[in-house]
């Protein structure tokens, strides 16, 4: 399948982390027997990933700035483009060897992302999405999940980790949602619960205290595949209040009236 000159770009990019994080997996999997623990492996790894992601990047389109996970934000020449990047999103599922991991990369113009990859390379299943050109996956367009029943629904969400978040906020939102749906889902790896979404596996997903890079690329996925991404508000961007709701038109919706007034 043809894709723009922009895209192509990206897709390199991922798969070329996505190599480098893959060796980066057997060798973790071999140090979990290790006294130290893969740990600091693990956070070489992510950095090895951003910087790979940056040289290349940067090769490609000379001079847009770079948002990254490790690296924090690196100014470029032309400041209407910057790259939002999480080398690899999912880390604590990286970490014990569950291959539910990713690489994600949005693009921004004049604030509004444009396009998006997100690539899970224990897979090898790789979304692409453009403005107005829709989300695909692995060639295959993607369409957001068409369920009107809440009580028909699989719903993502994330848990605040150790030390962070609200933990009763969190168990009061989970404890409300399972009440409603069919079945609730926790992966650990925000940007493809996002991906999940566009694909139409999830029919919905929340969660809070987000990063830009984990949702960027996932935002434009989900709304070229004709869903709907906002804040805990509803029509709020979740890229400034860092708290997430997303499905379809519908779910979206459903979960917003159900989670704003907790
Ligand atoms: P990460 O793996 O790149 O850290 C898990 O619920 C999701 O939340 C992951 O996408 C994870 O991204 C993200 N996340 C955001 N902030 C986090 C934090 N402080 N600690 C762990 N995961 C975080
Ligand atoms: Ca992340």
């Given at each position: 399948m043809l894709h ?122 790789l979304y692409i ?7 695909f996956l692995n060639d295959q367009r993607l ?120």
């Amino acid at each position: 399948m043809l894709h723009s000159a922009l895209i192509n770009v990206m897709v390199k990019a991922a798969r070329h982390a996505g190599r480098s994080l893959k060796r980066d997996l057997g060798e973790v999997e071999h140090l979990q027997v290790s006294l130290k623990g893969p740990a600091n492996f693990v956070t070489m790894a992510d950095k090895r990933a951003e910087e790979l992601l940056y040289a290349d990047l940067t090769k490609s389109r000379p001079g847009y700035g770079f948002i990254g996970e490790e690296g924090g934000t690196r100014e470029g020449a032309d400041k209407s483009h910057t790259w939002i990047v999480d080398p690899l999103d999912g880390t604590t599922n990286f970490l014990h060897g569950i291959p539910q991991f990713a690489i994600s990369i949005g693009l921004q113009r004049e604030g509004t992302i444009i396009a998006g990859v997100i690539y899970n390379p224990a897979n090898d299943e790789l979304y692409i999405a453009e403005r107005g050109k829709g989300a695909f996956l692995n060639d295959q367009r993607l369409r957001v999940a068409g369920r009107r029943q809440l009580d028909e629904c699989v719903v993502g969400c994330g848990l605040p980790h150790i030390g962070r978040g609200d933990h009763d906020q969190s168990r009061l939102e989970m404890t409300a949602i399972q009440q409603r749906v069919a079945g609730l889902r926790r992966f650990g790896a925000a940007s493809l619960d996002m991906a999940f979404v566009a694909a139409g596996r999830l029919d919905g997903y929340w969660e809070r205290n987000l990063q830009p890079w984990d949702m960027a690329a996932g935002q434009i996925m989900i709304r070229e595949a004709g869903g709907v991404v906002s804040g805990m508000a509803g029509d709020d961007d979740p890229l400034t209040t860092g708290h997430l709701i997303c499905g379809n038109e519908f779910v979206h919706k459903e979960l917003v009236k159900i989670l704003k007034p907790l």
